[in-house]
Antibody
Framework: QVTLKESGPGILQPSQTLSLTCTFS??????????VGWIRQPSGKGLEWLANIWWDDDKYYNPSLKNRLTISKDTSNNQAFLKITNVDTADTATYYCARSQFGAFAYWGQGTLVTVSS | DIQMTQTPSSMPASLGERVTISCRASQGISNYLNWYQQKPDGTIKPLIYYTSNLQSGVPSRFSGSGSGTDYSLTISSLEPEDFAMYYCQQYDSSPLTFGSGTKLEIK
């Protein structure tokens, strides 16, 4: 059974760095073709893809967030991470992680709400 | 970036009705198109991958089709649990992009 669960700080202040963790089970990020992606959704709005990391440590980022994103993984502990630097109120959203394989996000976490507020 | 235009943005429909949601890409995406369902509690469920392939466990009343720039999701006979948001997503090129969503509402 594949499960993913996101965790984050809940609330943080503008200019801080957002650190998110995706803890998963039922698959390994060392398996050929496997990946984990991060997607976010501001309240009442649509989905925005942020980044993907693959079994071979290849990484892809959404250029709209310029150089603010860093994705990484800990294969031994079945975790993936996303850092977003210099957050502002526009980064307030629910953040999802999802298993990525053959181009599709076939399993999603429940999401974690992150609020940026002073 | 490839823009995904989804229509309609909302659709009132009745139980048992057949509905179709459309998704148009700003350029050809070679069938690299997925569909997702989102419930009001935020839960996201994958429905279809590579234009027309049902994800495991998805009822056969869901189907997908299309080619080039134009794609669609059809639900052949609406069930109560189908009233939700639906999103298309292209993976032909990075950045991956989603449609703006279609809210399927009870008429």
């Amino acid at each position: 059974q594949v499960t993913l669960k996101e965790s984050g700080p809940g609330i943080l202040q503008p200019s801080q760095t957002l650190s998110l963790t995706c803890t998963f089970s039922g698959f390994s990020l060392s398996t050929y073709g496997m990946g984990v992606g991060w997607i976010r959704q501001p309240s009442g709005k649509g989905l925005e893809w942020l980044a993907n990391i693959w079994w071979d440590d290849d990484k892809y980022y959404n250029p709209s967030l310029k150089n603010r994103l860093t994705i990484s993984k800990d294969t031994s502990n079945n975790q993936a991470f996303l850092k977003i630097t210099n957050v502002d109120t526009a980064d307030t959203a629910t953040y999802y992680c999802a298993r990525s394989q053959f181009g599709a996000f076939a399993y999603w976490g429940q999401g974690t709400l992150v609020t940026v507020s002073s | 970036d490839i823009q995904m235009t989804q229509t309609p943005s909302s659709m009132p429909a009745s139980l048992g009705e057949r509905v179709t949601i459309s998704c148009r890409a700003s350029q050809g995406i070679s069938n690299y198109l997925n569909w997702y369902q989102q419930k009001p509690d935020g839960t996201i469920k994958p429905l279809i991958y590579y234009t027309s392939n049902l994800q495991s466990g998805v009822p056969s009343r869901f189907s997908g089709s299309g080619s080039g720039t134009d794609y669609s999701l059809t639900i052949s006979s609406l069930e109560p649990e189908d009233f939700a948001m639906y999103y298309c997503q292209q993976y032909d090129s990075s950045p991956l992009t989603f449609g703006s969503g279609t809210k399927l509402e009870i008429k």
